[in-house]
């Protein structure tokens, strides 16, 4: 029988995905190859976490796919503000920027729903900068926005919010945007008689992940022109 959370469980996750400290980014060295470096700008939903295995997370499945050079220092709890002490020189644009990549995914947004009753100015203003300084940094590079990630039945109004602003700011940037990302595990998060989710609930498992990269990839043969 499905369950689904009321609103007080939702704010409990929530406190359970934010617990997740951002803390020192993991050696993120690009794979090796000839291929593009690609570069990944996350949280935990690309950084892998709940997969059993980093190869098995859908940054790695279709970098693989398309014989890329991953980089990925995505960080447990990142938002564009949410458990981020650092807006300059020590933080991940900074990190990606200095790989000076082909290809930049941004999939930020997800945790800044849970500090968005304090900071929703801060988060917006931001979402703006990041994209903007990643833009002016790496003039070549082909930028991907893709709707941030969400992870259970209830969506708060900033959800759809924050998909807003990230999809006004990577039009202004000229960066490509994917939509529905949000909507990728509908119908199997934790407690639904399918779930994809790995045992904490709160993130994809192997099945949730390889659906992700089956998402992503139909999405980037989408883009003019496909990637």
Do not use: K
Not at 52 to 70: F, K, M, N, V, Y
């Amino acid at each position: 029988m499905r369950r689904f959370r009321s609103l007080a469980s939702l704010a409990a996750l929530a406190l359970g995905l934010t617990a997740c400290s951002a803390g020192p980014v993991p050696d993120a060295s690009p794979t090796p190859g000839d291929g593009p470096v690609v570069a990944f700008y996350g949280d935990s939903y690309t950084l892998g976490t709940g997969a059993s295995d980093p190869a098995l997370r859908w940054s790695t499945i279709i970098s693989e796919q398309r014989g890329w050079q991953e980089f990925n220092p995505s960080v447990n709890g990142l938002g564009f503000v949410n458990h981020r002490s650092d807006f300059a020189e020590n933080d991940l644009p900074e990190l990606v920027i200095a790989q000076d990549p082909d290809i930049v995914f941004v999939t930020m947004g997800l945790n800044d729903n849970f500090s968005y009753d304090r900071r929703a100015d801060l988060i917006r203003t931001t979402i703006t900068d990041d994209l903007s300084r990643l833009r002016d940094a790496l003039p070549e590079a082909r930028i991907i926005v893709v709707e941030p990630f969400w992870y259970t039945d209830e969506r708060p109004e900033s959800v759809q919010t924050i998909i807003g602003w990230a999809e006004d700011a990577a039009a202004e940037i000229d960066a490509d945007w994917i939509p529905g990302a949000s909507r990728w595990l509908d119908g199997h998060y934790a407690g639904a008689e399918d779930s994809w989710m790995a045992g904490d609930g709160l993130h994809p498992s192997d099945i949730g992940y390889r659906h992700m990269a089956e998402e992503m990839d139909a999405a980037l043969d989408a883009l003019d022109p496909p990637l």
